[in-house]
């Protein structure tokens, strides 16, 4: 059931400037890097240079001597901390323990008075290695003489809104597996009319952030309090209660401006580390990594999928069938969900009556890998969306009259068990077509695709809010949620603002705080819209019944009595706004009102997802058949958002997600040789550029408000992404003739597929 409809908007589905777009473009906009506490240290890492090795010794001694230098902490300092931390499992250490599971995990930290200091001291820490086996494929670590990364088995961490059994350490690499399977796949498959099948290969990738990962902790006698650049604040809070083994009322966690994240800062990362150095020098300590020691804290999974799609004589996608082999790197991270949601989303946005998907996460000598924009999506829709084309070429069909007749319905109970199918595909495919010209002509060389994008949204539906109201009008919102850049303390305010009657510049949000903002589950899975913003508004409706009730009081009327107006009441010929109200009713100008809300899987957030993330996007590329280079000319994205709180910002989101699916399909790729990462810097890798971008961009957004969030909206942000490196690799073929199924495109990978085709 989605929310009610509205038309009349005031403040709502309004492209109002963002809250914080002055103090960022003027400097004034407070990170954690900008911070400094009384008294506070520096911190830097050793990191290993082997892969796969056992710790022998580790000798501190003169580092620890060095002057300014306040300590040195290695895995052997923990005694008295619980060492290990995870959201699936805790198989991840503060410092490695025994021995190391990738080129660049942290060994030792030292403290020092500055960051100069504490560097150079690095070089004088002794650590003595034995060299073991290493396996970086999941193909190398399911080999039978595969050497086992983990021998201990994991306490659980605090996965919630997963519905599978977290299969890490049971005496193998296999961290994960997930399957689903309806129909008679085997049957479906004998009598198709056309197949197509292949092997496909998703690299590898880094969610730049213009902030790489920075914390500072200051561990004393009343607890653990640190300030982070996290996306999911509660959840490291999580993490640390259960290292220092402290009372939730101890641990606290602030989160001022943060510079990016796109899933790469999801979950926990520095903070332990942070805190047990501060636990160790007994003063504030600062950890702010370079962007190349961020590139080996996590990255996206990578994928290697088979999969073969069958259709009927009448142009029915009837069944698909998939294995997926992903790398989720040395230590688990979030990858088990990523595992779940991939799986899922291997069925695309179609109906399909007939699927087998069988998917395998294995631990490897490789950086960690985590949560990344659209988390599991891209990684299957670049074969689900590239056999979508391969099938319509195959049956003589018109790929997007194709798509068009394949498509879920609005409604469709497309996927057992699941929320029906709750996106306009056919309207956004119509948008996405007309934008990027399908029927016009076109040059030699250039080629035109569409592709779509349905995915379970990953937000699970645990939220709260405070909304309060006070006596000069104005309202403060204590949200959890965190602002990393998407604009939330833009939009969230304009809920309230829109449902209060008030003026935007009277409401103001109270930023990402443990101890004084309320619980929020995590800042992610484009949740925050639709779940937050849904608390916002629930709490914004508690308030004002509250100032009924007050209202009744101050006028002497019965509560019947009173009608609400925009921004305050009124009953008879009396009128009172919100301040008039809550001032009248304790006799003084002050005083508040304090609207509060609880979201939980309930009502009609009972059903998982809480919403189908849906999107198109449409390109047209040139391709130089001498260079294999490839030129984007056009994008258009199509977001099916339900209602855009703010258009302006949704659409920055759309752009924002098919800049960084470009990015995949085009060039990016981390590159290892053996253990070591090879371009692990901002200056070998490869990032999307603004002279990248076509000349011809076209944006557009779906508002049916059939959405569950407030006014109907749902999320959006992450699914622009998920097809374009399939829509590129399906320009080619059209521009071209020749199919890679390899992402990235680059132009050696075209050259040669052009040069095998002329042979």
């Not at 030792?108 to 008075?113: G, S």
């Not at 070089?123 to 990364?149: G, N, R």
């Not at 030129?631 to 924002?656: K, S």
Request: proline content about 5%; charged content about 25%.
């Amino acid at each position: 059931m989605s929310a009610e409809k509205k038309t009349d908007f005031k403040v709502v589905n309004h492209s109002v400037p963002r809250r914080d777009g002055k103090a960022k473009v003027t400097g004034k906009a407070t990170y954690v890097s900008d911070l400094k506490l009384i008294g506070m240290a520096y911190a830097k890492v050793l990191r290993s240079h082997y892969a796969h090795a056992r710790i022998v010794s580790i000798d501190t001694s003169r580092a620890a001597s060095q002057p300014g230098v306040y300590c040195v902490i290695t895995g052997n300092d923990l005694e008295g901390l619980n060492p290990y931390y995870g959201h699936a499992v805790k198989d991840h250490p503060l410092l490695a323990i025994d021995k190391v599971r990738y080129a660049g995990e942290p060994v030792a930290a030292v403290v020092a008075i500055d960051e100069r200091t504490a560097f150079c001291a690095l070089e004088h820490i002794d650590v003595k290695y034995e060299e073991l086996k290493a396996v970086f494929t999941p193909e190398d670590a399911m080999a039978k003489d595969a050497p086992l990364l983990h021998e201990r088995k994991f306490e659980a961490g605090a996965l919630r809104g997963f519905e599978g059994e977290v299969t890490a350490g049971r005496g193998t690499n296999l961290c994960q597996e997930a399957h689903i399977k309806w129909g008679d796949v085997e049957a479906a498959f004998k009598k198709a009319a056309a197949v197509v099948e292949g092997e496909y290969y998703f690299p590898m990738t880094y969610a730049y952030a213009m902030e790489a990962y920075v914390a500072i902790a200051d561990v004393n006698d009343d607890g653990v309090t640190v300030y982070s650049s996290a996306q999911h604040p509660f959840m490291v809070r999580h993490d640390l209660k259960s290292v220092f083994n402290l009372p939730v009322s101890q641990v606290r966690l602030i989160v001022p401006f943060v510079g990016g994240g796109y899933g790469s800062k999801s979950y926990t990362k520095i903070e332990p580390l942070v805190a047990a150095c501060s636990w160790k020098a007994k003063r504030p300590v600062k950890l702010q990594l370079t962007v190349e020691e961020a590139m080996l804290t996590t990255r996206s999974d990578d994928a290697l999928t088979w999969m073969r799609t069958a259709v009927d004589a009448n142009g029915k996608i009837i069944a698909r069938q998939a294995k997926i082999y992903m790398n989720t790197g040395a230590y688990a991270e979030n990858s088990p969900l990523v595992v779940e949601k991939s799986t899922n989303r291997c069925v695309g946005p179609y109906s399909i009556p007939n699927v087998q998907i069988d998917n395998y996460s294995f631990y490897t000598n490789t950086v960690p890998a985590s949560s990344y924009r659209g988390f599991g999506c891209a990684q299957v829709t670049l074969p689900g969306e590239s056999q979508i084309d391969e099938l319509a070429a195959k049956i003589g069909k018109d790929a997007y009259e194709f798509r068009l007749a394949n498509v879920a319905k609005p409604g469709e109970e497309f996927f057992p068990k699941m929320r029906p199918f709750d996106g306009t595909l056919k309207e956004d495919l119509e948008i996405a077509a007309k934008a990027i010209g399908w029927k016009e002509p076109l040059a030699k060389g250039h080629g035109r695709s569409l592709a779509c994008s349905g995915s379970d949204a990953g937000a699970y539906p645990l939220t709260s809010t405070a909304v309060r109201v006070h006596a000069d009008g104005s309202v403060t919102i204590m949200t959890g949620s965190t602002e990393l850049g998407q604009g939330s303390h833009t939009v969230i305010p304009q809920i309230a603002a829109e449902e209060l009657g008030v003026s935007l510049e009277k409401v103001h949000v109270v930023s990402s705080d443990t101890a004084i903002t309320p619980y929020d589950r995590s800042t992610g899975a484009s949740r925050t819209t639709t779940l937050m913003g849904s608390a916002v508004l629930e709490a914004s409706r508690e308030a004002i019944q509250q100032m009924v009730v007050m209202a009744a009081d101050v006028l002497k009327v019965k509560v019947e009595e009173i009608q609400v107006v925009r921004g305050g009441v009124r009953s008879g010929e009396a009128q009172l706004n919100w301040s008039e109200v809550i001032s009248k009713f304790y006799g003084l100008p002050d005083g508040e009102v304090i609207g509060r809300a609880y979201i939980r899987k309930s009502g009609r957030f009972s059903q998982l997802p809480v919403f189908w993330e849906t999107a198109c996007t449409a390109v047209e590329v040139a391709v130089d058949e001498e260079t294999g280079k490839i030129n984007m000319e056009r994008l258009a994205t199509v977001g099916d958002v339900g209602l855009a709180i703010n258009p302006a910002l949704a659409e920055g989101q759309d752009l924002g997600a098919a800049t960084m699916g470009m990015g995949i399909g085009l060039f990016e790729e981390l590159v290892y040789q053996g253990p070591q990462l090879m371009n692990g810097s901002i200056l070998d890798y490869r990032l999307p550029r603004f002279s990248d971008l076509p000349k011809k961009v076209e944006l557009h957004l779906v508002q049916n408000q059939d959405g569950v969030g407030p006014y109907g909206a749902k999320g959006g942000g992450e699914a622009s992404l998920n097809s374009m490196p399939a829509n590129i690799a399906n320009a080619v073929d059209r521009a071209v003739g020749v199919r890679i199924r390899q992402a990235p495109l680059t132009p050696e990978k075209v050259w040669r597929a052009l040069k095998d085709k002329k042979a």
